[in-house]
C-alpha cells in the first residue's frame, strides 16, 4: 500500500520549501503509522505528513503569552523551536471535515498534550506556481493569538 | 526602461469627479457597525436629552419633535473592549453598566403630546376591493397601500403616502394619503405615527361626505371613548401586521423593511422602484460620447480577427504603428455596453426593490427626479452569489449610464480611465441582509475593451516637454518571434495567455 | 435573575419566517442568561436618525430560536396570523390592553406638567421667563383626554394573552444546514452573531459583544461535505487581518465515534485556522 504519486510529490516539493526557505531541520516524512509492526503491515496514514523542527518557535497558545507577559517583565518569545506535524495539500483539492478528523486522528504526538490543549497540524498548502501558504488547524476550537 | 510608459503611476491620477458622496455615507453607516464593536449604551445613554430624569417611561412624553435629540452615532464614540474575560470585578462591573443602560435606554415607551404625530388606520384590504386586479401600471402600488392617514403632518410625508386619484369620490377615504407597510411600519418606529385597528368598518373612520356632520362617531363613543372607535397598536402588532413574504400584498420582507428604514435614517428618501420612474433608453442607439470615440478609434478593431491554426499571431515584419499590431492580438471577444439589450426582465431576488434619492430641496412625492441609487434586496441566508445571468438581467434592467461628462465621470482620454471604469455603464447597489445585518455592494456593468490603452502609444510625442525626449519618440516595431503564441492555460475561464516577445526600437533622432 | 423560580417563557414572535422578540426584559434575559444577544433592528425612537444605536425588537437567528424551544425557555408563535387574530377578536383582554395604554399616557401626561412647572420655577426663580412662557403657549399640555396623547406601546402584551382552551399557534423553526455548530458553540457559552461582515456563518464572542472582541469567524460543513482548500485560506487569511481564528466544524457522521454522547451539541468536531505567518 503506497500514496498516490501526486500526494507523494506534493510531499517532496513542501519538504523542498521548508528545507530550503524556510531553514527548517530534522525534516522527515511519513508516509505509515509509526509503530514495531514490520514495514510491510504498517498502517498507512491518510496522507503522507511531515515533521520538522523549525529555526524558532512558531505558535505560542494565548494562555502562554499571556504567562509570559507576566512573567516577564519585558515581552519575549520563547525562541526554542518545538516539532511540527505539517500536512501538504494542493490548493485545487478539496477536503472535509472527516478527513481533516482521521489526519489528526492518526497524528503521534511525541508528548502528551497539555491540560486544555489540543493537536494542532501545519496546513502547507501548494499552488500550481510552487508558491506555498502555510496555515495552523487546531483539532478543537483555539482562541486567536493576539498581536 | 522601454515600458515605462505603461506604467500606470506615470500618469497622474485623475481626480474623482464623480459625486459618489453618498454611496460613501451608505458605507459609514455600515463601517460604524462593520467591527464587532458593539455600540457603547452608557455614553449613548447619557448623551440622550432627559437622561438626567432617567431615561424611560414617562419621561417620553418631553421628548417631542421639538426635543427631538440629534444625536449622531459617530459623535458618541464606542468603549474599549477586551479580547477574553478576566473574571476580575471591574471587568464584570463595566459589563453590568453597559447592559443597564442598554436596559433603561430601551425600556422607552413611544408617548407624543397630542397633536404632535398621526394617526393612521389600517384598512388592508380596501385598495385591494377597489382597485381590483388590473391595477393600472401607474406605480403607485395602490393595493398595497394598507394605512391610512387622518391627516398629512410633519416631515416625514413629503416622501411618504400617497393620495390615490381617481378614486371615486363617494368612496370612503379618497382624499386620504395612504401608506405603504414599510412606510407606516417605520413611522410607527420613530414614534410619528399611531396605528389603529378599526372596530367598525372605513365608513366608521371616514364618513362619506353627506354624513361629514360626524354623527357616527359621536354614536361610537362610549365608556372607552375614543379607543372604541379602534385599538392603538403596540410595535409588536404592527411587525405582524406589516411584516410578510416575497409577494404577500400590503406586506413588506423584513429584509426589505430594514434596508428601507436603514436608508432612511441615514437622511434618504426612498420610494419602491417603479418603472415608470425610469427614462426611456436612448431611441439613438449612438450617445455622444459613443460618436466621439468612434472617431478616434478604427471601426475594424472590435472585431477579432482570424488566424492561421499555428499561428503566428502576429505576422513578422515592420509594423508602424502599435495599433495595426494590438488589432492583430485581439482573440477575446469583448463586452460592448449596449443601450438596448433585448435581455429578459430580472426575476427573484435580484431585481431592483427601492428607488433612492439623497435629501434635496423641493423634492415632491408626486413628481420623483430620477433616483440616486436603485438597489436591490436580498436575503443572505436563502441567496446564493447571484450568477451571471442574474447580474446581467439586474443591470440592464437599470437605465443606461454611461461614462461621461454629464453622469459625472469625467470626460475622454487616458487621465479619466479609472473614472470610466469605475462609473461603468449601468449601476446598481446590492443589499445583503444577515438577520438584520445589511451590507452594500455596488454592481457595475464595465467594459475593459472600451479602453484602449494602445491608443496611446500611437500618440504623437508631446512637444518640448523635457521628459519626452527620448524615450516617447516611436518609430516602429519589429515582431521578431510569435510562434506558438497562444496557449491554453487550464481552469474554468480558460484564460488565454500569449506569449508574446516584442521589441520596442528606439530610433535616435 | 438567578433565582429558581420559573420564569415566563419568552415569546418569540415568528413573522414571515423571521424571529423577534420585543420584550426588553426577555431581551435582557436571553443576554444574561442564555448568551444570546442578537442584533437589534428597530429604529430607535429617542434618537431616529441613526444606526449606530438601534431599538426593539431584535431579531434572533433560526438557530438562535431553535435552542431556546429545545432549552424549554422560550415558544416561538406564529405572528402573522395569530397576532391579528387576537386583535380582531375583541374580548375582555381589550380592557387589560387599554389600561396599559392609559397608564403611559397618564404618566406621560403627569411628567409632562411636573416638568414645565419644575422649568416655570426656575425660570421665575431666575426672573425671566421667556423660554418657559414659549414651552406653555406651544404645548397643550394638561387637560386633554388621555386617549388625545399619543402613546405606541413596544409589545401587546395583555392583548395577547390566549383566551382559556385557546392555545398560541406554536411556530416551528426552520434551522440551517449549520445548526449543529451553532448548538455546539452556545453550549459552551458563546455568544454568537450572523457572520455577514466576516464572511462566516457566525461571529463567535468569547462573552457578551457589548465588552469582548469576537474570537472566531465560524462556518458549518456537514460532515462529508467538500470544502475548497481555498476557501480555507480566504477564511483564514481574513481571519488573520481581523484578530480572528476561523472555525469550521460540524456534526459527526460515524457510528464509532463519541459514542458515548447522546447530546447532539457535544457530538460535533471543530477546528481552528490561524494563519502561520511563515
Same mark, same amino acid.
Given at each position: 500500500?503506497?500514496?498516490?504519486?501526486?500526494?507523494?510529490?506534493?510531499?517532496?516539493?513542501?519538504?523542498?520549501?521548508? +528545507?530550503?526557505?524556510?531553514?527548517?531541520? $530534522?525534516? @522527515?516524512?511519513? !508516509?505509515? /503509522? =509509526?509503530?514495531?509492526?514490520?514495514?510491510? %503491515?504498517?498502517?498507512?496514514?491518510?496522507?503522507?505528513?511531515?515533521?520538522?523542527?523549525?529555526?524558532?518557535?512558531?505558535?505560542?497558545?494565548?494562555?502562554?503569552?499571556?504567562?509570559?507577559?507576566?512573567?516577564?517583565?519585558?515581552?519575549?518569545?520563547?525562541?526554542?523551536?518545538?516539532? +511540527?506535524?505539517?500536512?501538504?495539500?494542493? $490548493?485545487? @483539492?478539496?477536503? !472535509?471535515? /472527516? =478527513?481533516?478528523?482521521?489526519?489528526?486522528? %492518526?497524528?503521534?504526538?511525541?508528548?502528551?498534550?497539555?491540560?486544555?490543549?489540543?493537536?494542532?497540524?501545519?496546513?502547507?498548502?501548494?499552488?500550481?506556481?510552487?508558491?506555498?501558504?502555510?496555515?495552523?488547524?487546531?483539532?478543537?476550537?483555539?482562541?486567536?493569538?493576539?498581536? | 526602461?522601454?515600458?515605462?510608459?505603461?506604467?500606470?503611476?506615470?500618469?497622474?491620477?485623475?481626480?474623482?469627479?464623480?459625486?459618489?458622496?453618498?454611496?460613501?455615507?451608505?458605507?459609514?453607516?455600515?463601517?460604524?457597525?462593520?467591527?464587532?464593536?458593539?455600540?457603547?449604551?452608557?455614553?449613548?445613554?447619557?448623551?440622550?436629552?432627559?437622561?438626567?430624569?432617567?431615561?424611560?417611561?414617562?419621561?417620553?412624553?418631553?421628548?417631542?419633535?421639538?426635543?427631538?435629540?440629534?444625536?449622531?452615532?459617530?459623535?458618541?464614540?464606542?468603549?474599549?473592549?477586551?479580547?477574553?474575560?478576566?473574571?476580575?470585578?471591574?471587568?464584570?462591573?463595566?459589563?453590568?453598566?453597559?447592559?443597564?443602560?442598554?436596559?433603561?435606554?430601551?425600556?422607552?415607551?413611544?408617548?407624543?403630546?397630542?397633536?404632535?404625530?398621526?394617526?393612521?388606520?389600517?384598512?388592508?384590504?380596501?385598495?385591494?376591493?377597489?382597485?381590483?386586479?388590473?391595477?393600472?401600471?401607474?406605480?403607485?402600488?395602490?393595493?398595497?397601500?394598507?394605512?391610512?392617514?387622518?391627516?398629512?403632518?410633519?416631515?416625514?410625508?413629503?416622501?411618504?403616502?400617497?393620495?390615490?386619484?381617481?378614486?371615486?369620490?363617494?368612496?370612503?377615504?379618497?382624499?386620504?394619503?395612504?401608506?405603504?407597510?414599510?412606510?407606516?411600519?417605520?413611522?410607527?418606529?420613530?414614534?410619528?405615527?399611531?396605528?389603529?385597528?378599526?372596530?367598525?368598518?372605513?365608513?366608521?373612520?371616514?364618513?362619506?361626505?353627506?354624513?361629514?356632520?360626524?354623527?357616527?362617531?359621536?354614536?361610537?363613543?362610549?365608556?372607552?371613548?375614543?379607543?372604541?372607535?379602534?385599538?392603538?397598536?403596540?410595535?409588536?402588532?404592527?411587525?405582524?401586521?406589516?411584516?410578510?413574504?416575497?409577494?404577500?400584498?400590503?406586506?413588506?420582507?423584513?429584509?426589505?423593511?430594514?434596508?428601507?428604514?436603514?436608508?432612511?435614517?441615514?437622511?434618504?428618501?426612498?420610494?419602491?422602484?417603479?418603472?415608470?420612474?425610469?427614462?426611456?433608453?436612448?431611441?439613438?442607439?449612438?450617445?455622444?460620447?459613443?460618436?466621439?470615440?468612434?472617431?478616434?478609434?478604427?471601426?475594424?478593431?472590435?472585431?477579432?480577427?482570424?488566424?492561421?491554426?499555428?499561428?503566428?499571431?502576429?505576422?513578422?515584419?515592420?509594423?508602424?504603428?502599435?495599433?495595426?499590431?494590438?488589432?492583430?492580438?485581439?482573440?477575446?471577444?469583448?463586452?460592448?455596453?449596449?443601450?438596448?439589450?433585448?435581455?429578459?426582465?430580472?426575476?427573484?431576488?435580484?431585481?431592483?426593490?427601492?428607488?433612492?434619492?439623497?435629501?434635496?430641496?423641493?423634492?415632491?412625492?408626486?413628481?420623483?427626479?430620477?433616483?440616486?441609487?436603485?438597489?436591490?434586496?436580498?436575503?443572505?441566508?436563502?441567496?446564493?452569489?447571484?450568477?451571471?445571468?442574474?447580474?446581467?438581467?439586474?443591470?440592464?434592467?437599470?437605465?443606461?449610464?454611461?461614462?461621461?461628462?454629464?453622469?459625472?465621470?469625467?470626460?475622454?482620454?487616458?487621465?479619466?480611465?479609472?473614472?470610466?471604469?469605475?462609473?461603468?455603464?449601468?449601476?446598481?447597489?446590492?443589499?445583503?441582509?444577515?438577520?438584520?445585518?445589511?451590507?452594500?455592494?455596488?454592481?457595475?456593468?464595465?467594459?475593459?475593451?472600451?479602453?484602449?490603452?494602445?491608443?496611446?502609444?500611437?500618440?504623437?510625442?508631446?512637444?518640448?516637454?523635457?521628459?519626452?525626449?527620448?524615450?516617447?519618440?516611436?518609430?516602429?516595431?519589429?515582431?521578431?518571434?510569435?510562434?506558438?503564441?497562444?496557449?491554453?492555460?487550464?481552469?474554468?475561464?480558460?484564460?488565454?495567455?500569449?506569449?508574446?516577445?516584442?521589441?520596442?526600437?528606439?530610433?535616435?533622432? | 435573575?438567578?433565582?429558581?423560580?420559573?420564569?415566563?417563557?419568552?415569546?418569540?414572535?415568528?413573522?414571515?419566517?423571521?424571529?423577534?422578540?420585543?420584550?426588553?426584559?426577555?431581551?435582557?434575559?436571553?443576554?444574561?442568561?442564555?448568551?444570546?444577544?442578537?442584533?437589534?433592528?428597530?429604529?430607535?425612537?429617542?434618537?431616529?436618525?441613526?444606526?449606530?444605536?438601534?431599538?426593539?425588537?431584535?431579531?434572533?437567528?433560526?438557530?438562535?430560536?431553535?435552542?431556546?424551544?429545545?432549552?424549554?425557555?422560550?415558544?416561538?408563535?406564529?405572528?402573522?396570523?395569530?397576532?391579528?387574530?387576537?386583535?380582531?377578536?375583541?374580548?375582555?383582554?381589550?380592557?387589560?390592553?387599554?389600561?396599559?395604554?392609559?397608564?403611559?399616557?397618564?404618566?406621560?401626561?403627569?411628567?409632562?406638567?411636573?416638568?414645565?412647572?419644575?422649568?416655570?420655577?426656575?425660570?421665575?426663580?431666575?426672573?425671566?421667563?421667556?423660554?418657559?412662557?414659549?414651552?406653555?403657549?406651544?404645548?397643550?399640555?394638561?387637560?386633554?383626554?388621555?386617549?388625545?396623547?399619543?402613546?405606541?406601546?413596544?409589545?401587546?402584551?395583555?392583548?395577547?394573552?390566549?383566551?382559556?382552551?385557546?392555545?398560541?399557534?406554536?411556530?416551528?423553526?426552520?434551522?440551517?444546514?449549520?445548526?449543529?455548530?451553532?448548538?455546539?458553540?452556545?453550549?459552551?457559552?458563546?455568544?454568537?452573531?450572523?457572520?455577514?461582515?466576516?464572511?462566516?456563518?457566525?461571529?463567535?464572542?468569547?462573552?457578551?459583544?457589548?465588552?469582548?472582541?469576537?474570537?472566531?469567524?465560524?462556518?458549518?460543513?456537514?460532515?462529508?461535505?467538500?470544502?475548497?482548500?481555498?476557501?480555507?485560506?480566504?477564511?483564514?487569511?481574513?481571519?488573520?487581518?481581523?484578530?480572528?481564528?476561523?472555525?469550521?466544524?460540524?456534526?459527526?457522521?460515524?457510528?464509532?465515534?463519541?459514542?458515548?454522547?447522546?447530546?447532539?451539541?457535544?457530538?460535533?468536531?471543530?477546528?481552528?485556522?490561524?494563519?502561520?505567518?511563515?
Amino acid at each position: 500500500m503506497a500514496h498516490p504519486d501526486y500526494l507523494t510529490d506534493l510531499a517532496s516539493t513542501v519538504f523542498e520549501n521548508l +528545507e530550503s526557505q524556510h531553514d527548517w531541520t $530534522l525534516l @522527515e516524512s511519513h !508516509t505509515h /503509522k =509509526q509503530s514495531s509492526l514490520p514495514e510491510s %503491515s504498517k498502517t498507512l496514514l491518510p496522507r503522507p505528513l511531515l515533521t520538522g523542527l523549525p529555526p524558532k518557535r512558531l505558535y505560542l497558545h494565548p494562555d502562554d503569552q499571556v504567562e509570559l507577559v507576566k512573567t516577564h517583565a519585558t515581552y519575549t518569545v520563547d525562541e526554542t523551536p518545538e516539532m +511540527e506535524w505539517v500536512v501538504p495539500m494542493h $490548493l485545487n @483539492e478539496q477536503f !472535509t471535515l /472527516k =478527513q481533516l478528523a482521521e489526519v489528526f486522528d %492518526s497524528l503521534e504526538m511525541p508528548e502528551p498534550l497539555a491540560e486544555g490543549r489540543c493537536k494542532r497540524l501545519l496546513m502547507a498548502i501548494v499552488h500550481d506556481d510552487s508558491t506555498v501558504v502555510y496555515y495552523f488547524v487546531h483539532d478543537g476550537i483555539v482562541k486567536p493569538r493576539q498581536n | 526602461m522601454a515600458y515605462d510608459d505603461e506604467d500606470p503611476t506615470a500618469t497622474p491620477p485623475p481626480a474623482i469627479a464623480r459625486d459618489d458622496s453618498s454611496t460613501v455615507e451608505i458605507e459609514d453607516v455600515e463601517d460604524a457597525e462593520a467591527d464587532e464593536a458593539v455600540s457603547d449604551f452608557r455614553k449613548f445613554a447619557s448623551s440622550l436629552p432627559g437622561a438626567a430624569n432617567g431615561g424611560g417611561g414617562g419621561g417620553g412624553a418631553l421628548k417631542n419633535k421639538k426635543a427631538a435629540p440629534h444625536v449622531s452615532g459617530k459623535t458618541v464614540r464606542r468603549g474599549e473592549k477586551d479580547f477574553e474575560s478576566h473574571g476580575t470585578r471591574l471587568q464584570e462591573n463595566a459589563l453590568e453598566t453597559s447592559r443597564t443602560a442598554m436596559h433603561d435606554v430601551l425600556s422607552y415607551t413611544r408617548t407624543r403630546v397630542p397633536d404632535n404625530y398621526m394617526t393612521g388606520w389600517y384598512f388592508p384590504d380596501h385598495w385591494a376591493q377597489e382597485a381590483g386586479e388590473d391595477e393600472k401600471p401607474e406605480g403607485l402600488w395602490r393595493r398595497d397601500r394598507v394605512v391610512a392617514l387622518e391627516a398629512e403632518k410633519g416631515q416625514m410625508t413629503k416622501s411618504m403616502g400617497r393620495v390615490l386619484r381617481g378614486a371615486p369620490k363617494n368612496m370612503p377615504g379618497w382624499d386620504k394619503a395612504w401608506l405603504l407597510p414599510e412606510e407606516a411600519l417605520y413611522l410607527v418606529e420613530r414614534g410619528d405615527l399611531l396605528l389603529r385597528w378599526p372596530r367598525g368598518s372605513i365608513e366608521d373612520i371616514f364618513p362619506p361626505p353627506e354624513e361629514v356632520d360626524g354623527l357616527k362617531r359621536e354614536v361610537a363613543r362610549g365608556e372607552d371613548g375614543d379607543y372604541e372607535l379602534g385599538l392603538p397598536l403596540s410595535l409588536q402588532a404592527a411587525y405582524s401586521l406589516f411584516i410578510g413574504h416575497e409577494g404577500d400584498r400590503g406586506k413588506v420582507t423584513l429584509e426589505k423593511f430594514q434596508v428601507y428604514s436603514q436608508l432612511r435614517r441615514a437622511g434618504y428618501l426612498v420610494s419602491r422602484a417603479s418603472p415608470l420612474l425610469d427614462p426611456p433608453p436612448p431611441s439613438d442607439t449612438q450617445t455622444l460620447w459613443q460618436r466621439l470615440f468612434s472617431l478616434i478609434s478604427s471601426p475594424k478593431s472590435d472585431t477579432p480577427k482570424s488566424h492561421p491554426a499555428m499561428g503566428p499571431l502576429v505576422k513578422p515584419g515592420l509594423h508602424r504603428s502599435y495599433e495595426s499590431v494590438y488589432h492583430q492580438l485581439s482573440l477575446i471577444p469583448r463586452h460592448k455596453p449596449t443601450p438596448n439589450p433585448n435581455t429578459p426582465a430580472p426575476e427573484g431576488p435580484f431585481t431592483v426593490a427601492y428607488h433612492v434619492f439623497k435629501s434635496r430641496p423641493g423634492f415632491t412625492k408626486t413628481n420623483l427626479p430620477a433616483p440616486d441609487f436603485r438597489i436591490a434586496v436580498v436575503n443572505a441566508r436563502t441567496t446564493d452569489v447571484p450568477d451571471l445571468a442574474e447580474m446581467e438581467a439586474l443591470l440592464d434592467s437599470t437605465p443606461w449610464d454611461p461614462p461621461n461628462a454629464r453622469s459625472g465621470a469625467g470626460g475622454p482620454g487616458i487621465g479619466h480611465m479609472y473614472q470610466r471604469l469605475k462609473h461603468g455603464w449601468r449601476n446598481v447597489i446590492v443589499a445583503v441582509n444577515d438577520n438584520g445585518m445589511v451590507s452594500y455592494l455596488e454592481f457595475m456593468e464595465t467594459a475593459f475593451g472600451e479602453e484602449k490603452l494602445f491608443e496611446r502609444f500611437d500618440a504623437k510625442p508631446r512637444q518640448g516637454g523635457k521628459k519626452s525626449s527620448g524615450r516617447n519618440q516611436r518609430a516602429g516595431v519589429v515582431v521578431v518571434e510569435a510562434a506558438g503564441a497562444v496557449e491554453a492555460v487550464g481552469g474554468k475561464g480558460g484564460f488565454l495567455h500569449p506569449h508574446l516577445l516584442l521589441v520596442h526600437l528606439r530610433h535616435p533622432r | 435573575m438567578t433565582s429558581s423560580s420559573p420564569r415566563p417563557h419568552v415569546r418569540i414572535s415568528k413573522a414571515a419566517n423571521r424571529y423577534l422578540v420585543f420584550d426588553i426584559d426577555d431581551v435582557m434575559y436571553l443576554r444574561r442568561n442564555h448568551n444570546i444577544c442578537s442584533v437589534f433592528v428597530g429604529t430607535m425612537p429617542q434618537a431616529p436618525q441613526q444606526s449606530a444605536f438601534m431599538g426593539l425588537p431584535i431579531e434572533l437567528m433560526a438557530e438562535e430560536a431553535q435552542v431556546l424551544v429545545e432549552k424549554n425557555v422560550a415558544f416561538v408563535v406564529d405572528d402573522s396570523n395569530y397576532h391579528p387574530a387576537r386583535i380582531a377578536a375583541a374580548g375582555p383582554q381589550d380592557r387589560q390592553y387599554l389600561d396599559a395604554v392609559k397608564t403611559v399616557t397618564s404618566d406621560a401626561q403627569r411628567s409632562m406638567r411636573e416638568q414645565t412647572e419644575a422649568r416655570k420655577a426656575m425660570y421665575a426663580n431666575k426672573g425671566t421667563t421667556p423660554a418657559a412662557a414659549t414651552t406653555t403657549k406651544n404645548s397643550p399640555v394638561t387637560r386633554e383626554a388621555p386617549e388625545a396623547w399619543m402613546a405606541t406601546l413596544t409589545t401587546s402584551g395583555a392583548l395577547l394573552t390566549p383566551s382559556p382552551g385557546q392555545d398560541e399557534q406554536l411556530a416551528s423553526v426552520d434551522v440551517p444546514a449549520s445548526y449543529p455548530l451553532y448548538a455546539h458553540l452556545q453550549d459552551k457559552g458563546y455568544f454568537m452573531m450572523p457572520g455577514l461582515r466576516f464572511g462566516c456563518d457566525y461571529n463567535v464572542y468569547p462573552g457578551d459583544p457589548l465588552r469582548f472582541h469576537s474570537h472566531f469567524q465560524a462556518t458549518g460543513f456537514q460532515w462529508n461535505e467538500d470544502i475548497n482548500l481555498l476557501d480555507l485560506v480566504t477564511g483564514g487569511r481574513l481571519g488573520t487581518n481581523v484578530k480572528k481564528s476561523f472555525l469550521i466544524g460540524g456534526r459527526v457522521e460515524s457510528e464509532e465515534q463519541h459514542k458515548d454522547n447522546t447530546d447532539a451539541t457535544r457530538d460535533v468536531r471543530a477546528f481552528s485556522i490561524e494563519w502561520a505567518a511563515m
